[in-house]
């Protein structure tokens, strides 16, 4: 059965207080862009790609449902899925900025045994140790020297707490163990490795550190450059390994800071590395964040299409036309976003051309950067010989992602024109061909979500649903359910499990509301029920007497057909016991059926004397 949230030491009223004092759809509106349709506030899934909208925030219900994957819940549910927190970090996350007080020795408590939130705390631990390292250390002068050297001002090295890691073995880990700090921890948070002979030793040795901050502020990883390009210092730059709170596949530096700026804009600028976005940010454009690598990742894509309607690359000349690259912007168009490229002069990154050609310099190339179709294609014709038919396949191949990924069909149907004339094809032929690879990659994509579905499939019938729903907006109707039903006449363990909660609610005396009881559960195929059946359109604000009369007509298929099935079983029974001469048993089963067709014709005429769900 379904494993119900456990808050861990936060009194319940306080979730209670937590739920009624945050705005889901303000909350959601922090984090991505909402527009109002109808009654309800609509957006891009966070949780999978998309081109139109499928994502609904219900203001009424406090609840929102994706359309498309299923994702759903209430506001406890995004801050767990958008940061990857557990329940009671997330109550303690809406907690602190609804401005609400969690009692102290339980928040102790609960912080002692929640791991993630150690890590967090270690990392904020490490981040002041780098930067005092950074300002008040020998090597760490040479550091601080060196960022200036680079153009980074003190501002911003204030700004994006950067620091410096000692090249000792055993510097942090040390320091850290003196605070009381198990080496355990100190290695799951990725911040030291172990040794030989249970012996450890740091991860960042004499580099420059770049804290990676998640977009709600958390310190989640690091970034280390070092300082010397000798082969034995390992990596130019070396992140956090993943941890509890770091995936590098699903986070953008500097996101914290520039969100807003991207949003006013509409517009983000992506560059490859740490140095760009502090060059770019401290002459003014403060639109930008870096992929953390060259390839842009599903979820990385995904952040950036809830921020920003344009998408502007401006990647390191020697990287901009790596393979990886160009999956990860084929992957960026595929969310909706119109993407750009940027393209700098060879041998030159952001950080190298804003400090030698200043910020309007590379404002100007931002602001002249090619659309990735017209640009790809360019790249192409470089890259092969089309007079070859080897060259034209090739061409082909690496062009057709792009076209299936395009922002819209005037897009796509343009630049097919333009490849058809490159290659010197019939368009027909080359949009025969476009058919047949979409018709292609659909069928894998229905496959893939027929299986999906057979996962997470309950078994619910449409009078189940319907009266769950009706029975969450009215008291009156889910009394009535209470009396003349019992939950065995609901087949799935997890219909049960809800129409539990509803039960429960009202014996307690509280206020029926799925917003409340999806609270109770950690099953994602049961938040995911609750919030659909809770924002139907279909089924939301019916006339009363509609609604009763709906509710009534739910009560009598649900226990008719439970009564049906009970039928059967009994009269199989009986005619075995009569074919064995058992006369005492039989009396038995004979009175339970009887007692049977009497309920079944009662639930019927206590219905039906009403006309409705008054009787």
């Known amino acids: 059965m379904q494993v119900l949230i456990m808050a861990q030491g936060i009194p319940e009223e306080i979730i209670d207080e937590i739920r009624q004092r945050t705005d889901l759809v303000g909350l959601a509106g922090e984090y991505f862009k909402l527009e109002r349709r109808g009654k309800n506030m609509v957006g891009l899934c966070p949780f999978h790609n998309e081109k139109t909208p499928s994502f609904t925030v219900s203001s009424d219900k406090q609840l929102f449902h994706c359309f498309g994957c299923g994702a759903s819940g209430n506001a406890f549910s995004l801050i767990m899925k958008l940061e990857n927190m557990d329940f009671p970090e997330a109550a303690r996350f809406l907690a602190a900025r609804a401005g609400i007080r969690i009692p102290e020795e339980k928040k102790l408590k609960t912080a002692a045994d929640n791991f993630k939130e150690k890590i967090y705390k270690l990392n904020m631990l490490a981040l002041k140790y780098y930067a005092h390292q950074l300002h008040n250390s020998k090597n760490g002068n040479k550091a601080h020297d060196y960022l200036l050297k ?64 998640s977009i709600s502020g958390n310190v989640a990883g690091f970034g280390g450059r070092t300082l010397t390009d000798h082969e034995k210092s390992g990596p130019k730059y070396l992140n956090s390994p993943q941890t509890l709170v770091f995936d590098k596949g699903n986070m953008l530096y500097g996101l914290n800071f520039a969100r807003e700026e991207i949003r006013r804009q509409k517009k983000a600028v992506v560059v490859e590395g740490y140095t760009d976005v502090l060059s770019a940010y401290q002459v003014g454009i403060r639109n930008v964040v870096a992929s953390l690598g060259t390839a842009l990742t599903e979820n990385q894509s995904r952040h950036l299409r809830h921020q920003a309607e344009t998408v502007i690359t401006a990647y390191d000349s020697d990287t901009a036309g790596a393979a990886a690259t160009w999956r990860g912007l084929a992957i960026l168009q595929s969310t909706g976003c119109l993407v750009q490229v940027a393209e700098l002069p060879e041998g030159d990154d952001p950080d190298s051309y804003i400090l030698r050609e200043g910020a309007e310099a590379f404002t100007s190339l931002v602001d002249n950067a090619k659309p990735l179709m017209k640009y790809r294609l360019e790249k192409l014709k470089e890259s092969f010989n089309l007079a070859s038919d080897k060259g034209r ?48 990659s659909a069928s894998y994509r229905f496959k893939e979500n027929v299986q999906q579905a057979e996962q997470k499939e309950i078994e619910i019938k449409p009078e189940e649903k319907i009266l769950i729903s009706l029975m969450l907006q009215s008291k009156e109707i889910a009394d009535k359910g209470r009396n003349l039903l019992e939950l065995d006449f609901f087949q799935d363990q997890r219909v049960k499990a809800v129409v539990s909660e509803i039960w ?51 009560v009598k298929r649900i226990y008719q057909a439970w009564a049906g099935k009970k039928q059967l079983v009994l009269q199989k029974r009986i005619r075995a016991l009569e074919a064995q001469g058992n006369e005492k048993e039989l009396e038995l089963l004979l009175k339970e059926l009887q007692q049977l067709l009497i309920n079944k014709k009662s639930v019927s005429t206590r219905l039906e004397e009403g006309g409705d769900f008054n009787g």
């Not at 911040?191 to 249970?198: H, I, V, Y």
């Not at 395009?406 to 476009?434: P, T």
């Open 150 to 213: 680079r153009g980074i001002v003190h501002d911003s090295i204030e700004l994006f707490k950067l620091g410096y890691a000692p090249a000792e073995w055993t510097g942090f880990f040390n320091f850290a163990k003196s605070k009381g700090v198990s080496p355990e921890l100190i290695v799951k948070a990725g911040l030291a490795s172990p040794g030989r002979d249970n012996s450890y030793y740091d991860r960042f040795r004499d580099r420059i550190i770049f804290p990676i901050f």
């Open 393 to 440: 396949i090739s061409y082909l191949d690496e062009l057709m992602p792009f076209l299936l990924a395009a922002v819209n069909q005037v897009e796509q149907d343009y630049y097919l024109k333009k490849a058809a004339e490159e290659l010197n094809v019939d368009e027909e032929a080359l949009r025969s061909e476009l058919k047949k690879r979409r018709r292609s």
């Open 504 to 554: 429960e609610s009202l014996d307690k005396g509280e206020l029926v509301s799925a917003e409340k009881i999806i609270n109770r559960f950690s099953d994602q195929q049961l938040s995911s029920l609750v919030s659909s059946i809770a924002t139907d359109p279909a089924l939301q604000d019916l006339p009363d007497q509609i609604a009763k009369r709906m509710a009534g007509d739910c």
